[in-house]
């Protein structure tokens, strides 16, 4: 069961883990660039919590896939980029769909009225999402920056977070109950 829910300051392992684990492709699409182990440790060592939101879909209780959603409320009073990342075995299911989704609902529900997203030209997938969610594309030398622009909050979509906050919640401890289940049966 693939769980997607806020990935609490407490798992940071769990992500640094899962950024890792991508493959030379799917970090150089994530980062726009070649980026070693150690630049992704000091990149998870530098997340500030106060301005950061990470969103991830759990496989089996892995993190397979994350959306890394940042605002800076000094330098972008309106404004938060993110980025993400979805492993080989998660790509093509609607992941990262879903993890878009839920950070454009996060962002318009802290008045955050644009959110940015930076990929590679060549990176068609991102492109597309940026498309399927209304992103307004430029190029600039050689990279694609997708501009969301975001509608005021309201009680939809105040509670639409709520509700997908519970139903992480709930599924997260449905998929450990139902893991401890299995190990109890082959044990």
């Excluded at 392992?13 to 660039?33: E, I, K």
């Excluded at 759990?58 to 492993?87: H, K, M, Q, T, Y």
């Excluded at 399927?132 to 309201?154: C, Q, V």
């Amino acid at each position: 069961m693939t769980v997607i829910r806020k990935i609490l300051p407490t798992e940071l392992p769990l992500y640094r883990a899962h950024l890792l684990r991508l493959d030379p492709a799917d970090r150089y699409a994530r980062f726009a660039g070649t980026v070693s182990d150690e630049v992704l440790e000091r990149h998870c060592a530098a997340i500030d919590w106060t301005r950061t939101t990470l969103i991830g879909a759990f496989l089996n209780g892995e993190l397979r896939a994350a959306l890394e959603l940042c605002g800076d409320r000094v330098l972008w009073p309106n404004e938060a980029e993110f980025g993400i990342s979805v492993e080989t075995e998660l790509q093509g299911r609607g992941v990262g769909s879903t993890l878009i989704r839920r950070a454009l609902t996060v962002a318009r529900n802290r008045s955050i009225g644009k959110v940015h997203m930076l990929c590679l030209a060549e990176n068609i997938r991102m492109r597309a999402l940026a498309r399927r969610f209304g992103g307004r594309m430029e190029m600039e030398y050689g990279e694609i920056t997708a501009r969301f622009d975001l509608p005021t909050p309201n009680q939809f979509s105040f509670a639409l977070e709520a509700l997908e906050d519970g139903s992480g919640a709930f599924n997260s401890l449905l998929a450990s109950f139902s893991s401890g289940q299995s190990d109890l049966a082959a044990a």
